[in-house]
């Protein structure tokens, strides 16, 4: 939808808003942020992009509020298991963990937690 007849379509008062929300997802604040620069509670912002999503005029911006967990993993060769039952996880940061017989997966999610 051009930007033109999607201005003409908004009613006054979604117009009002839309300008906001373009503006603090432009600059790149938090809702929170925005709205103490601009005298506009969080709440009305998330409620409008909220409005403008279920709507399909704006698309939805997730991002992680916390730094994933999880680390990417790739298997570098695979082959028979071993008779020894040695496992042998290399790190991204160099560190290589090595275990040796029967490791239940909780114990090695244990182990593996105390490295990262």
Known sequence: MKEVALREELSTKESYWYNHILKQRENGDTRNEYGIKHGIGKKSLYRWEKHFIQKGIIR???????????QSVQI???SPRPESG????????????????EISSERLAIMISNWI
């Open 60 to 70: 939805s911006e997730i991002k992680a509020r916390h730094k994933s967990k999880f």
């Open 76 to 78: 570098i060769k695979t």
């Open 86 to 101: 040695v496992i042998r996880i290399h790190f991204p940061n160099g560190l290589i963990l090595e275990m040796q017989g």
